[in-house]
């Protein structure tokens, strides 16, 4: 294996684990109410 052989399947396990930690993190029942909070967060009228 090459240098270059090397840093690429660091990066992809690197890429790997940051993937599947925010999926984790997106599907976790402790997150939801705040993802259900900011689904329509462009869509709200703030009048300041």
Known sequence: ???IDKI???TAVV???L???AYFYSFRPKNKQKFED???FVN???ER
């Open 44 to 46: 709200d009228d703030d």
């Open 8 to 10: 690429g399947a660091v």
């Open 15 to 17: 890429v790997f684990v």
């Open 19 to 21: 993937l599947a930690a």
């Open 1 to 3: 294996m090459t240098l």
């Open 38 to 40: 900011l689904r329509n």
